[in-house]
Nanobody
Framework: QVQLVESGGGLVQAGGSLRLSCAAS????????WGWFRQSPGKEREFVAAISGSGTRSYYADSAKGRFTISRSNAEKTVYLQMDSLRAEDTATYYC?????????????????????WGQGTQVTVSA
């Protein structure tokens, strides 16, 4: 079992930045793939970014490319989402997710159904 706790959300003006954190606890000695998703009221949960178990490969939704950066710290057992140049349409609840443990750590995963563990979410509100 893995427990995930997100933090770092808040209210920011358009053009500003936020860094979300996802702290993992439990069986974190194993290898996991990590992802960030978001959901706005009345909308489906959507993929934002993912990073492979090795940390060497990452992938972004078109809406996040060039503005968001996913990273991980094995020592801190934390996954980050650096969000720059925020827009009003980025307003959502952001969720961290983990898939694993993995036998192969080279893949990233973009479908929410592929993930095994989820955090409770952190709210990001971007004012225009």
């Amino acid at each position: 079992q893995v427990q995930l706790v997100e933090s770092g959300g808040g209210l920011v003006q358009a053009g500003g930045s936020l860094r979300l954190s996802c702290a993992a606890s439990g069986r974190t000695s194993k290898t996991y793939g990590w992802g960030w998703f978001r959901q706005s009221p009345g909308k489906e949960r959507e993929f934002v970014a993912a990073i492979s178990g090795s940390g060497t490969r990452s992938y972004y939704a078109d809406s996040a490319k060039g503005r968001f950066t996913i990273s991980r710290s094995n020592a801190e057992k934390t996954v980050y989402l650096q969000m720059d140049s925020l827009r009003a349409e980025d307003t959502a609840t952001y969720y961290c997710a983990a898939k694993g443990p993995l036998a192969y750590n080279g893949n990233y995963y973009v479908e929410s159904s592929q993930y095994d563990y989820w955090g409770q979410g952190t709210q990001v509100t971007v004012s225009a």
